[in-house]
């Protein structure tokens, strides 16, 4: 694939695994409660390890077939790496020919938080090969300290039934599932550090782009679910993407989340609101997610939370704050249906409050999306071949494309239409589409060109397209090289999004939060719109 001079993927997420509530994601994709607990006590348990972090790096699955067993057994690898961790690396690293070290590392294991929630999937997927290895006694007796002896030579085989166990427990908890693979393998990537996770991304930018830009958003989800996430939003996330973010040399673009349910039981006053907003513009965020599957609107909610969701888009627009939504009929639903809060149609309404409120500065990521089941029936969004499939009355990308076309802040990116990847149908259907609305000229009532509005966007590490960003962005990239779609590319790839965004403002927010380096790298990318 020959490289693109520039390219701004605008919708990628670099968290890992301590950012989410887990359990909570695992459960609503309807794996058991209990394998949903498991499975995400044993990611936390793993996430991040400085043992694990060679081995994730070189690890990928390069077709469908067989993809699930090959994760699951990668997954279960994982696990007994970490063990021999606990029993060789640190004990050799303190002089292993010491029985005294060794034994403090073993005990070190038996209370370590991987051997505890090992502990636990015994109880529901062990045997007793499993329930051996989990014995102090079992592995005391393994060991030598003889000096010719080298133990991480004896210990790889030690742990086949716990390799086993985990196997077992991945396969029954996926065993239903659709599309199991991109959901373990979801999983899998979030066992990454943070720089692990956005190394990974970097990987793929190398072979598409010349240079780049991603602009990455966090998601505050601690409200919907029955689980917490490891990490604090305010006091632990904020503070560790921003140190993310300054690692990248102005690579990435840190978007803050907003969740006003989080603070409907303080029946909060508007300074701890603008505190709250504030605290995140200090860290150095470009802008805010606002995730309306999470269970709440843009507008119409209920009194307590319309009056927060009003304070906070009030703020935005009085700042030229960017507002970025999730807008499918679907994403991480908080209950079944509540994917229908991402409807433009309350997007309207709030636009629509009061006159200042048509300046807002707001994405809509998906830019409405493709094919979706809504009441029953399915609509095509992106993917409609016909102008009474587009006119759909629940076509959310029509409404978006109206709305770009309408307000002049108001912009779109076309990311995780995943229905494109192996489909030459929807990819012709996407085609087709994207000529119609991109040439379509200003009128008196719709001012604007959706071609001045559009961005492309990966939404990666996301399920569907945690394995497919390549293709995804082969079949975008072969859309908009052809002579009719070429005019629109440099808009489309990198001007739109630095538009959006309003770089220069916040180089300008960003100078006293960001080293030299990140803000001269920021200044060289604003070049881009000149």
């Known amino acids: ?87 060789v690396e640190e004990s050799l690293a303190d002089g292993g020919s010491k029985p005294e070290l060794v034994e403090v590392y073993q005990e070190q294991f038996v209370n370590s938080e991987l051997y505890s929630v090992l502990k636990e999937i015994h109880q529901y997927y062990g045997d007793s090969e499993s329930a051996q290895e989990l014995e102090l006694d079992y592995i005391k007796t393994k060991w030598t300290f003889k000096a010719e002896n080298h133990a991480q030579d004896k210990i790889s085989g030690w742990f086949s039934g716990i390799h086993k166990m985990i196997e077992r427990m991945l396969r029954k908890s996926l065993e239903f599932l659709e599309d199991a693979a991109d959901k373990i393998d979801f999983v899998l990537n979030m066992l990454r550090s943070e720089v692990g996770i956005l190394k990974r991304l970097k990987g793929y930018y190398d072979n598409f782009s010349e240079r780049y830009v991603f602009f990455h958003y966090m998601m505050d989800m601690a409200s919907p679910f029955d689980d917490n996430p490891k990490y604090d939003f305010y006091d632990q996330q904020l503070e560790r993407m921003t140190a993310l973010e300054n690692f990248s040399d102005g690579i990435v673009l840190g978007f803050s989340a907003f969740d006003p349910l989080r603070f409907v039981s303080q029946s909060p006053s508007d300074r701890v609101l603008r505190d709250a907003i504030e605290r995140s513009l200090e860290h150095g965020k470009a802008g805010f997610k606002f995730y309306p599957p999470m269970g709440y609107k843009p507008a119409g909610n209920e009194p307590n939370v319309e009056r927060i969701v009003d304070y906070f888009l009030d703020f935005c627009v009085e700042y030229s704050i960017p507002v970025f939504t999730h807008c499918t009929p679907e994403g991480f639903q908080a209950y079944k249906g509540s994917g229908l809060n991402s409807d433009p149609d309350y997007w309207e309404q709030a636009l629509t409050k009061n006159k200042q409120r048509e300046t807002m500065r707001l994405c809509f990521g998906h830019a409405g999306g493709g094919k979706r089941k809504m009441n029953g029936r399915w609509v095509k969004g992106w993917l409609s071949d016909t102008e009474d499939e587009w006119n759909d009355p629940n076509n959310y990308a029509r409404k978006v494309v109206e709305l770009c076309r309408r307000y002049q802040h108001v912009y779109c990116d076309l990311s995780y239409l995943h229905e494109i990847v192996g489909s030459k149908k929807a990819q012709a259907s996407l085609a ?70 309003d770089l220069g403002a916040y180089i300008e927010r960003a100078e006293n939060v960001f080293s030299p380096d990140y803000i001269a790298r920021l200044k060289e990318v604003k070049a881009y719109l000149m």
């Open 1 to 87: 694939m020959s490289k693109l001079p520039f390219v701004v993927d605008a919708h990628t997420h670099l968290f890992n695994a301590r950012y989410v509530p887990l359990q909570g994601i695992l459960e609503s994709w309807g794996i058991w409660k209990l394998s949903a607990k498991l499975i995400s006590k044993l990611a936390y348990s793993l996430t991040a390890s400085s043992t694990l972090k060679e081995r994730l790096e070189s690890f990928s699955v390069a077709s469908k077939k067989g993809a699930t067993e090959k994760i699951c057994n990668e997954f279960a690898n994982l696990v007994c790496i970490e063990i021999e961790h606990y029993l």
């Open 432 to 501: 087709k589409r994207l000529e119609i609305e991109l040439t379509r000229e200003a009128t008196t009532d719709k001012p604007f060109k959706l071609a001045d509005k559009m961005m492309y966007g990966s939404d990666w590490h996301m399920v569907s397209m945690v394995n497919d960003i390549e293709r995804y962005f082969g079949q975008i990239k072969a859309i908009f090289g052809t002579e009719k779609m070429q005019p629109f590319a440099d808009r489309f790839y990198f001007q739109n999004a630095l538009k959006y965004v």
